[in-house]
């Protein structure tokens, strides 16, 4: 079979590798580079017919995008004196030109409220623009059971009456099952009065070998990717040193699986796509599960250019990026997607965590109820709707083995009730299982 390298020209720097990016996307790594080269090699694919799609830069780090019957795409990093270079016959590359959005609606981010009865993990994000569209990232595990359908409702009650969801955008940062799950249930059972118009990931070949004995990973990004073959949606492959944009929003992708190359992901969290978002002057940051590997290239690439306003906190606050990152980050307000009873438990052993939430004005658990910051972000401006969803201890015995006394069964039900939360809409638990069940704050 012919290597698409071999219809561009070739760069004159050090080989130190090939790595194969899915969806007939070659990625090749070369060393001893430096600006002048990157210069130099954009020109000549110039003087062989590509036209230029973009360049763009991002604390000192080079990037351009070229075509003409194959997509280029070159990265220069400086940290390590890199150069990546992928090409691939697809058509398809996001939105290069900055876009504007006009409407009445506020534009807001929300961090969702995952149905956490069963499970403590599962992340959702959804950006509303102007024009009442959405921008969604993720969507949850399959155990959260209903959750397609409380975030199409969650949508649909933030559309104008008579006109059909539309989901300007659905980024997919990594195919963890309590990240793509109910994006598959969606697309089956939720889109009747709905538009999405494109899909946006760099997932990891469905073929690497990142050392684990559970597949279930590999297993669902190749659903997912029949799903999203099925679905009248174009699908758009992300690199890093690309800027995108989407109604109001801008999007710079900083790092994902091809960045790790030539070291070999073993923590799948690795092939997380990280993204800082800005939107009405504020940046939030994105990193889905992302681990320690992508924190070695985010903090060598990026630096202080990091610092944001809004964080979610990487892999739900469980192992993720470490503290020096999120001192970098030195984001205002910080948002864990997990349950109380995880940020708990994981507060005093990682530091990381201790980090993000000193730095930060303010803390926010997606446990206790969707999270909501409305943009322009100032301090004051985030509220937390209320709390839907609550444990089920005795099913979370039986499927995780975790137990828990019932003065913190207890502690966790007041938390509940305090957030908004409806005792009425619970079933909960009878004393026969050991946990009496508690009696409702008397109001003072």
């Given amino acids: 079979m012919k290597n698409i390298f071999d219809s561009i020209p070739g760069f004159g720097g050090k080989y130190e590798g090939e790595y194969y990016c ?14 002048n080269s990157f210069l130099e090699y954009i020109n000549l694919l110039k003087e062989n017919g590509f036209s230029v799609l973009q360049k763009n830069e991002i604390n000192g780090n080079l990037f351009a995008a070229l075509k003409n019957d194959i997509q280029v795409n070159v990265l220069f990093t400086p940290c390590d004196g890199k150069i990546r270079i992928t090409a691939c016959e697809n058509d398809l590359t996001p939105n290069f030109e900055k876009t504007e959005c006009s409407g009445e609606c506020k534009t807001t981010f929300y961090a969702f409220e995952s149905d956490q009865t069963l499970i403590d993990c ?8 102007p024009d009442h569209s959405f921008f969604v990232v993720d969507s949850g595990h399959y155990f959260q059971m209903n959750d397609n359908d409380r975030i199409h409702k969650f949508m649909r009650e933030r559309t104008p009456e008579g006109q059909k969801i539309v989901i300007n955008g659905w980024f997919i ?8 799950s109910k994006l598959m249930d969606f697309l089956k059972y939720n889109t009747d009065d709905v538009i999405i118009e494109g899909f946006y990931q760099n997932i990891l070949p469905g073929e690497y070998d990142y050392g684990s004995d559970n597949h279930e990973e590999l297993e669902f990004a190749e659903k997912l990717f029949k799903a999203l073959e099925e679905y ?3 699908v758009y492959k992300l690199h890093s040193g690309m800027r995108f944009y989407i109604r109001n929003l801008a999007f710079d992708v900083l790092c994902n699986h091809e960045d790790i190359f030539p070291e070999h992901i073993t923590d799948y969290n690795d092939s997380s796509t990280v993204l800082m978002m800005e939107a009405e002057g504020t940046r939030v940051f994105i990193p889905g599960d992302a681990a320690m590997a992508s924190d070695r290239v985010l903090k060598e690439r990026y630096g202080d250019w990091l610092k944001c ?3 979610q906190i990487a892999h739900h606050g ?13 984001a205002d307000a910080a948002i864990f997607p997990v349950t109380r009873i995880m940020f708990d438990q994981n507060l005093p052993r990682h530091e990381a965590n201790r980090r993000a939430v000193e730095i930060a004005d303010s803390y926010y658990i997606t446990g206790d109820g969707t999270v909501c910051v409305e943009l322009p972000y100032k301090r004051g401006n985030i509220f937390t709707l209320p709390d839907e969803t609550f444990e089920d201890f005795e099913k979370i015995k039986r499927i995780w083995r975790y137990v828990y006394s019932d003065e913190r069964k207890n502690e966790l039900y007041e938390i509940f009730i305090a957030h908004g939360g409806d005792p009425d809409e619970l079933l909960l638990p009878s004393s026969k299982f050991g946990w009496i069940e508690p009696k409702p704050p008397i109001e003072e």
Wanted: aromatic letters at 6%; glycine letters at 6%.
């Fill in 173 to 180: 940062t990594h195919a963890h099952t309590d990240h793509i």
């Fill in 318 to 330: 469980h192992t993720g990026l470490s503290a020096e990152c999120y001192s970098l980050l030195s």
């Fill in 309 to 311: 306003d809004v964080v």
């Fill in 22 to 35: 899915r969806e007939n996307c070659f990625l090749r790594l070369f060393g001893n580079a430096d600006e």
């Fill in 232 to 234: 009248p949606a174009p």
């Fill in 122 to 129: 599962g992340m959702c994000l959804m950006v509303q623009c």
